[in-house]
């Protein structure tokens, strides 16, 4: 039952045709990750780079690339994880089906990790510069490990029952680190803040353990919104089909005996390094910026280790898995969450966090008809203070009520859901100076930012436009017009120029250039943008660019808006400006020397043929 480590993984999907060896020279210097990328676009196999530039240890690539790929390497575990889910959420099931349910007792078993007095991981020991130096994208700030599965316990309590296990992106090389240091990355809502700001409050180092590779299951336990108690180490078992052998490392903390690589060491007090730049998944770079500094002590890497490595960019990429894997194992679990809501989706293309979607119910005072929002909202509310949830920018919510047959996943349908039925005076509710995720550079600083609530419930308002009236006419500086969904009418601006934290003043004197009554508000939404044409060429490009490049508070006006009793609102059509801004990062872009190999390696005979 599931594989103990990355060679017996890799083993198994060659036989399976689901892995490719890459037998010339590849560098890691962008050429690695560009490949990798492609691949993923092409919906391709499993990638081991046998001869890494510079680097004795062979890397492999696109392990998650596909959902198919990823459900075979936990096959023999994934319908027993759902059938505890189901059973938390609907413990009749357990009795409807008793022997399904009896079996689940040796799963259980394998929730408890045990101690082993060595293993293969700490045979060997290597340095930081002999580790694959990976660079993605070409202003990223050095090399970075881009899987890690990061391991503290709480300085109040050690062992394994209070651990965290997460995947925070590690800097290996570059800037202004030694040769002995690396930067952690991690960001809000984050399980190991708890644990640094206990040693920080005790003035002690927090011992840290970076493990690379190992049994799959470590990788998507890294990543899962587990509850609150649940250690991830459990979690790995209970994917992985066996109990995980743990051994201890020189710094006190354990690691899994059967991964590859283990760097061992120590979170210093009160020091930080500039971290980054770094190309990160909303398709936007991460800038520099001070965090937490891990002094390494030891590099551990078992014999034959293999690299396991993705690249991050503009969605959806191979991590993109992780979340569609997720949400197929823990989606019956969401009403059990907040009462109320039956489904919810981190919308993968507009960046994950910046764009939340669910559907809700309304069943406050049912005897009343023509009900606006009202359960909705404690929904949202709810919503927001669940863990990563609480870093939603956007949230709209819809009663399930009102269409029934609305499937989350249809973006366009619960957008068209959403637009007939709101009414802008009354459905926006803002959140200001709050917190937004640490990567999204819309807000008014660094994790600093605001949220907006969209709830829309009731009968249908309006019917949304799939052609331009007739008489639609445009202030000067404003062109280009576009249709990029029903009721959804892109324009093209002139650049941004303003203030941080403000509304640019040609997007204000826009709103007021009209008054309720003009064609335009046939049109309930408007999204202000530099490129119309490449925004309205699909949907994921039109969610992209507006819910990453804009802020609520700042950059949300309307068509005779107005503050009433502290609440915003608009009578006629919203207006979101979604152009660039001057303090906004930049977006990743490939370097075209780089995709020219990699086009070569794609020609008949070459070793891309077929996979690029």
């Given at each position: ?370 009900r606006g929002p009202q359960e909705l909202l404690t929904q949202a509310n709810a ?12 949230l709209m919510i819809v009663n399930q009520a009102d269409q029934p047959d609305l ?181 990743l872009e490939d370097d075209p020397a780089v995709e020219r190999r990699v086009d ?13």
């Open positions: 039952m599931g594989y103990r480590n990355l060679q017996e993984t890799v083993v198994a999907l060659e036989k399976t045709s689901q892995l490719k060896r890459i037998d010339v020279e590849v560098d890691p210097y962008l050429e690695v990750g560009a490949i990798q990328r492609r691949v993923y676009a092409n919906g391709g196999p499993a990638l081991l780079f046998s001869r890494v530039k510079g680097c004795d240890f062979p890397m492999l690539g696109n392990l998650f690339g596909t959902l198919e790929r990823a459900r075979y390497l936990f096959r023999d575990t994934l319908p027993a994880i759902e059938r505890l889910i189901d059973i938390k959420v609907d413990p009749s099931a357990a009795f409807r089906e008793i022997g399904a349910s009896l079996s689940l007792g040796r799963h259980a078993w394998h929730l408890l990790p045990k101690t082993v007095s060595s293993g293969p991981l700490v045979q060997q020991t290597t340095t930081l510069a002999q580790l694959p130096q990976l660079v993605s994208w070409p202003d990223d700030g050095g090399a970075f490990i881009t899987l890690p599965k990061v391991y503290t316990e709480s300085p109040d309590k050690s062992g394994w029952q209070k651990s965290n296990l997460g995947m925070y992106r590690v800097q290996i090389s570059g800037g202004e680190y030694a040769p002995d240091e690396a930067g952690l990355h991690y960001q809000l809502h984050r399980g190991i803040g708890v644990h640094h700001a206990a040693a920080l409050a005790k003035g002690q180092p927090l011992p840290v353990n970076v493990f690379v590779g190992g049994p799959p299951s470590l990788a998507l336990a890294a990543v899962m919104p587990l509850p609150e108690g649940m250690p991830e180490l459990a979690f790995a078992g209970l994917l992985g089909g066996h109990r995980l052998s743990m051994v201890k490392t020189a710094n006190g903390l354990l690691a899994p005996a059967e991964a590859d690589f283990c760097l061992s060491g120590y979170i210093l007090p009160e020091q930080t390094r500039p971290e980054g730049p770094f190309g990160d998944h909303l398709g936007y770079y991460s800038m520099a910026h001070d965090f937490p500094v891990m002094k390494v002590t030891q590099v551990f890497h078992r014999p034959g280790a293999i690299w396991p490595f993705t690249t991050v960019g503009r969605p959806p990429q191979e991590d993109t898995t992780f979340g569609a894997l997720i949400h197929d194992m823990t989606g019956a679990a969401i009403p059990d969450l907040v009462p109320g809501v039956r489904a919810i989706h981190a919308v993968d293309v507009a960046g994950v966090h910046p764009l939340l979607l669910a559907i809700g119910s309304e069943r406050y005072l049912p005897y009343l008809e023509n919503l927001l203070g669940q863990g990563q949830l609480s870093l939603a920018k956007y499937a989350i996943h249809n973006i366009g349908a619960f957008l068209h859901s959403l637009l007939c039925r709101i009414d802008w005076c009354r459905d926006l509710h803002f959140q200001t100076c709050t917190t937004i995720d640490t990567l999204d550079y819309s807000g008014s600083a660094l994790n600093a930012g605001s949220k907006v609530v969209m709830a829309a419930s009731g009968p249908v308002r309006r019917s949304l436009p799939t052609e331009f009236p007739g008489d639609l006419r445009l202030p000067a500086g404003f062109s280009r017009p576009q249709l990029a969904a029903p009721g959804v009418l892109v324009l093209q601006g002139e650049a941004w120029q303003g203030e941080r934290g403000a509304s640019a003043a040609d997007l204000t004197a826009f709103c007021s250039s009209y008054t309720k009554d003009d064609a335009i508000n046939a049109f309930p939404l408007i999204v202000l943008v530099d490129d119309a044409e490449f925004t309205a060429r699909n949907l994921e490009n039109l969610l992209w660019v507006t819910f990453t490049r804009s802020a609520p508070a700042s950059d949300i006006e309307g068509i005779e808006s107005f503050c009433h009793v502290k609440h915003w609102g608009c009578r006629g059509s919203l207006v979101v400006d979604a152009r660039s801004k001057s303090f906004h990062a930049p977006p070569a390696l794609g020609v008949a005979g070459g070793a891309l043929q077929g996979l690029i």
